[in-house]
């Protein structure tokens, strides 16, 4: 039953998504983020995701982070967060210069970043010249 609730939420959302209306509760993957148009983004919607960290350089600010469905730029700046870090990412929707981006509820800028464990790299993608933008 649980499975069915989450498919049936999970449907609703990518359709208000696909639709351009806001009226989701909490985005809860990358593809879903990555979905939103810049107008959307910046309505700072909810995110919650749990992934790794597959990069982070928290003097620049800058942290990259995957789940199963794709990366996005999360801005957090906590030196206790190592790259392949298995983390819970707290955060609302907002636009960076390359789509959409993770940073904090609320209006400041730092997403939180909590470290559940050493995660599972994700699995390499070979692509060619043409497919990288």
Not at 63 to 92: H, K, L, W
Not at 100 to 115: E, F, K
Request: proline share 5%.
């Amino acid at each position: 039953m649980l499975v069915a609730v989450l498919a049936i939420e999970l449907c609703f959302n990518e359709a208000c998504l696909a639709n351009g209306t806001t009226n989701v509760a909490e985005i809860r993957s990358v593809r879903q983020l990555q979905a939103l148009s810049p107008e959307q983004a910046r309505g700072q919607i909810p995110v919650r995701l749990r992934g790794v960290v597959t990069f982070h350089e928290p003097t620049w600010f800058q942290s990259f982070f995957q789940d199963p469905t794709g990366g996005i730029y999360v801005m957090n700046y906590d030196p206790s967060v190592r790259a392949g870090d298995e983390v819970e990412v707290e955060g609302s929707s907002s636009v960076g210069s390359a789509g959409s981006v993770i940073v904090a509820r609320g209006g400041t800028n730092q997403a939180r970043l909590r470290v559940l464990g050493k995660g599972s790299w994700p699995e390499a993608k070979l692509v060619t010249a043409e497919e990288v933008r």
